[in-house]
């Protein structure tokens, strides 16, 4: 079943990705590896996806241990699975480290946390709306 809360998500990975593909030339030209960044929005997506997931689930449960073990977790589940994934980039990149490919999932990861906080908080507030 599809859910129309990842929709923003989806358009902001395409948008990313369309981005990164076509000024790939000059992405290398400046010093990035856009296969990199390729990889790296492609995985903060999938885990922003399930961290929205676990939130969702968690705001939909009755109880508000429920609610907190879910969000909580969909936090520290994308907290730490991008900050392993960097961890094993830097590990075995060696010195073929890409420090502005790495920076700019950085910032990528700063994006899909707005996009996944602001489409929460739609949902919150429509929730909120329709029990009142």
Known sequence: MFNKSVIPLVIVFLVVAVLIFVFR???????????????????????????MHMVTKGMNAPETHAFLRNAYGGIMVK??????????????????????????????YLLYTFVELSVIMKYSNAKKNVKN
């Open 25 to 51: 030339t000059f992405l290398e030209s400046h010093g990035f590896d856009w296969q990199v960044l390729i990889g790296g929005n492609l995985f903060i997506y999938l885990v922003t996806a399930i961290s």
């Open 79 to 108: 907290l730490f699975a991008c900050a392993g994934a960097a961890f094993i980039y830097i590990l075995f990149s060696g010195k073929n480290l890409n420090k502005p490919s790495l920076f700019t999932c950085m910032f990528l």
